[in-house]
T-cell receptor, first 116, second 110 residues
Framework: AQSVTQLDSQVPVFEEAPVELRCNYSSSVSVYLFWYVQYPNQGLQLLLK????STLVKGINGFEAEFNKSQTSFHLRKPSVHISDTAEYFC??????????????WGLGTSLAVNP | DVKVTQSSRYLVKRTGEKVFLECVQD?????MFWYRQDPGLGLRLIYF???????EKGDIPEGYSVSREKKERFSLILESASTNQTSMYLC?????????FGSGTRLTVV
């Protein structure tokens, strides 16, 4: 079965430090990859996505992610975090489904806590 | 940009009540989804719809139903609310290959 694993449920980090949030997926078919962010009591907002082409994808708020097909990973990174980056981060994989549709499979989320 | 609007941010309902959660999107997208989000369980798909009057069960449809009479509106219905349906409910529309989410409705059933 297809699945998405976010390897860390919680990541505490100090302000201005670098951070990496890890995401691995299992799928044997072509996939699209996403990272979403959720601030407290908000909906989800798209950070970045990988569809094809360059494996290094840049998103909003200074985040980037690298698609590694051989390791089936899509880790999210930021070189210097701010207090305002404190949020829940979700990795998701879109895989082809029945008919001409696609199914989105979600990781359980990583809670990033940026401390002063 | 696509906008997905959920009509209520916070709701408190009593056990046994029939509850309607409304979601509207403004860009004529066909695919719409309802998720619930609980700590430690991530996002779980309740129902989705590929077009008007079409609906498909997701991973946890029990206790819920949906209505899609118009393309822009996708309603989630709790036929008889129970305390274990206390949760954050998120509506989404598929926009290209990604999804756009509403702000969520935090439902408390007492």
């Amino acid at each position: 079965a297809q699945s998405v694993t976010q390897l860390d449920s919680q990541v505490p980090v100090f302000e201005e430090a670098p951070v990496e949030l890890r995401c691995n997926y299992s799928s044997s078919v072509s996939v699209y990859l996403f990272w979403y962010v959720q601030y407290p009591n908000q909906g989800l907002q798209l950070l970045l996505k990988y569809l094809s082409g360059s494996t290094l994808v840049k998103g909003i708020n200074g985040f980037e992610a690298e698609f590694n097909k051989s390791q089936t990973s899509f880790h999210l990174r930021k070189p210097s975090v701010h207090i305002s980056d404190t949020a829940e981060y979700f990795c998701a994989v879109s895989v082809a489904n029945a008919g001409n549709n696609r199914k989105l499979i979600w990781g359980l989320g990583t809670s990033l806590a940026v401390n002063p | 940009d696509v906008k997905v609007t959920q009509s209520s941010r916070y709701l408190v309902k009593r056990t046994g009540e029939k509850v309607f959660l409304e979601c509207v999107q403004d860009m004529d997208h066909e695919n719409m989804f309802w998720y619930r989000q609980d700590p430690g369980l991530g996002l779980r798909l309740i129902y989705f719809s590929y077009d008007v009057k079409m609906k498909e069960k997701g991973d946890i449809p029990e206790g819920y139903s949906v209505s899609r009479e118009k393309k822009e509106r996708f309603s989630l219905i709790l036929e008889s609310a129970s305390t274990n349906q206390t949760s954050m409910y998120l509506c989404a529309a598929r926009t290209g290959v990604g999804y756009t989410f509403g702000s969520g409705t935090r439902l408390t059933v007492v």
